[in-house]
Every structure is written in structure tokens, then in C-alpha cells.
């Protein structure tokens, strides 16, 4: 894929590589490409980020927090006969 940058996007793309906050012109490319693919998607509901169960917990806002879940012991219920 060829990309033609504009003088304003070429020197800014410098400044970012001089600065260091980049190796390489690709490398910066490609930490904007990121920011703005997750910027994008983050905004999307999360079942909407994932395809599958594994997803869905990998992905939870959740994840790493620790947290124990506990369900009460279904006792039945009451019914009359």
C-alpha cells in the first residue's frame, strides 16, 4: 500500500520521530493506525467487540478485578399437590 502524506502530515511525522516518542516513520504510522482502530472500537458495546464466549471474558470490563461470585444454593421451591 502506497501512502502520500501532505507537507503538514510529513512534518509532523517527523517532529514525532524526532522527538522519540517513535523509531521510524512506520512506527508512528503504526501507533496512530492503533490508537485510532481501538478509539474506534472501544466506543462499540463490548458484545458487539467480541465473537465468542472467550472474547467476551477476555474483553470484560471486569477482567482483573478479583472478584468472587456466589449464588445462592437453589432450595426449590413451595408447590402444592
Do not use: C, H
Not at 467476551?56 to 432450595?75: C, I
Amino acid at each position: 500500500m502506497t501512502i502520500t502524506l501532505n507537507d503538514e502530515q510529513a512534518r509532523l511525522l517527523s517532529e514525532v520521530v524526532k522527538s522519540g516518542a517513535a523509531r521510524s516513520p512506520e512506527e508512528a504510522v503504526d501507533q496512530a493506525v492503533r490508537a485510532l482502530y481501538w478509539t474506534t472500537t472501544a466506543n462499540r458495546p463490548v458484545y458487539q467487540q467480541v465473537d465468542n464466549l472467550a472474547d467476551l471474558f477476555a474483553k470484560s470490563p471486569f477482567r482483573g478485578l478479583d472478584m468472587e461470585f456466589e449464588r445462592d444454593k437453589d432450595t426449590g421451591r413451595d408447590i402444592s399437590l
